[in-house]
C-alpha cells in the first residue's frame, strides 16, 4: 500500500507535528507496509522524480491508495486558485486530479477538512476538501466517493495529534470498517470533547470559575475554553504522552470545530452575566442555569480554595 502526501494552503503544521509520533513516522510506515510516495517537507527525491511520479499516477501506470492533502484548497484569486500553484498550474487541480485516482483521501488538519484559516471571507478563498465549515459540500462536492466507496475522512485539528492519523491508517492497512461521525471524521477519535478527560472537569461541574491564568478552576466560563463544545481526543491521546492545553492551564481553543478560527479574542469567553452564550454540547439553557447555581452552592471547600491537586 502506498501513500502520497500533497501540501496545500496551510502552514504545514501537521507535518511537523508527525515528529512528536510515538514511534518515527517513517518506521511506523515501514512497519505497516506503507510506500511514502512523496512528502513535500520529508521526502528527498528530485524534482524530475517527482514529476514522473505523478504523471504515473494520473496516467494509471501507477496505483495511489492513501492521498493525504494538508492545507485548505487555495481558489483565490477570483477562483482561478493562482495564489497557490504547482508547475505554473493551479494546485487545485492536481488535488482533485489525484482525489480521483485514491483509494482513500485523507483530509489531514482543520484547513484541509474545513477551511480553516484563509477561508472566512478572505481572498485567498480557501475551502475544505469536502466540507466548507459546517456545510457539507466543499471543493470536491458533497456526492463525492473515492474508489473505496469512502467520502473524504477528515482529521481536524491545528495541528492534528500524530495519533489520529496513525490510528486510521492501521485501519486502512488492516482492511477494518472505518466508522464517521457526521463530519465524516473518525467515530472512536472525534464522537467525544475535548473536556471528557479534562483533569479541571470538577471545578467545572461545581462552577468553581477562574477569570486569570494560573489557578486551578475552570477555564470555560471567562477565559475562553472550549473543551465541553469541541470535539477531539486532545485528552485522550496526549501530546507527547504528557499533556495537553486544558492539563497545562491553557484554554482549549476549539481548533477541530469547523468554524475555527473564531472571530473574536481567543481568551474571552462571551457571556451574558456570567454565563457562557454557548453551552456545552446537549445541554439545555435553563436546565444548566438551574443546575449551575445549586451546584456552586454545594461545591467542597476543597475546590473552593483550591486545594486539590490537578
Given at each position: 500500500m502506498n501513500l502520497y502526501w500533497l501540501q496545500s494552503g496551510g502552514c504545514s503544521g501537521d507535518s511537523m507535528s508527525l515528529l512528536t509520533c510515538e514511534c518515527n513516522f517513517f518506521d511506523f510506515c515501514s512497519i505497516n507496509n506503507i510506500e511514502v510516495l512523496y512528502h513535500a517537507s520529508l521526502s528527498t527525491i528530485s524534482f524530475t522524480q517527482h514529476q514522473k511520479l505523478i504523471e504515473d499516477i494520473l496516467s494509471?501506470?501507477?496505483?495511489?491508495?492513501?492521498?493525504?492533502?494538508?492545507?485548505?484548497?487555495?481558489?483565490?484569486?477570483d477562483g482561478t486558485g493562482l495564489f497557490d500553484t504547482f508547475m505554473g498550474k493551479p494546485k487545485k487541480d492536481l488535488i482533485e486530479a489525484l482525489s480521483q485516482k485514491a483509494k482513500y483521501v485523507i483530509a489531514v488538519g482543520t484547513c484541509a477538512s474545513f477551511g480553516g484559516f484563509g477561508s472566512h471571507d478572505d481572498e485567498m478563498d480557501g475551502i475544505g476538501l469536502q466540507f466548507h465549515h459546517h456545510t457539507k459540500g466543499g471543493f470536491l462536492g458533497k456526492d463525492f466517493l473515492t474508489k473505496s466507496g469512502y467520502p473524504?475522512?477528515?482529521?481536524?485539528?491545528c495541528p492534528i495529534h500524530p495519533k489520529t492519523l496513525t490510528v486510521l491508517l492501521e485501519e486502512i492497512v488492516n482492511e477494518l470498517e472505518i466508522e464517521l461521525t457526521a463530519y465524516n471524521s473518525i467515530d472512536e477519535i472525534y464522537n467525544f470533547t475535548v473536556h471528557q478527560g479534562c483533569t479541571r472537569n470538577e471545578y467545572h461541574e461545581y462552577k468553581i470559575e477562574e477569570k486569570n491564568f494560573g489557578e486551578r478552576g475552570c477555564m470555560f466560563f471567562h477565559l475562553g475554553c472550549k473543551g465541553p463544545?469541541?470535539?477531539?481526543?486532545?485528552?485522550?491521546?496526549l501530546w507527547n504522552e504528557v499533556n495537553s492545553k486544558t492539563r497545562a492551564g491553557v484554554p482549549c481553543f476549539g481548533c477541530a470545530r469547523p468554524d475555527f478560527p473564531q472571530d473574536y479574542p481567543f481568551f474571552k469567553t462571551p457571556n451574558i452575566v456570567g454565563t457562557p452564550l454557548e453551552l456545552p454540547k446537549g445541554v439545555d439553557r435553563a436546565h444548566y442555569?438551574?443546575?449551575?447555581?445549586?451546584?456552586?452552592?454545594?461545591a467542597p471547600k476543597r475546590l473552593k480554595f483550591r486545594t486539590q491537586k490537578v
Open positions: 494509471d501506470k501507477k496505483e495511489l491508495d492513501i492521498l493525504c492533502v494538508e492545507g485548505n484548497v487555495v481558489r483565490g484569486p473524504v475522512i477528515n482529521l481536524p485539528g463544545t469541541t470535539n477531539s481526543a486532545c485528552n485522550k491521546y442555569l438551574a443546575y449551575k447555581d445549586m451546584a456552586a452552592a454545594a
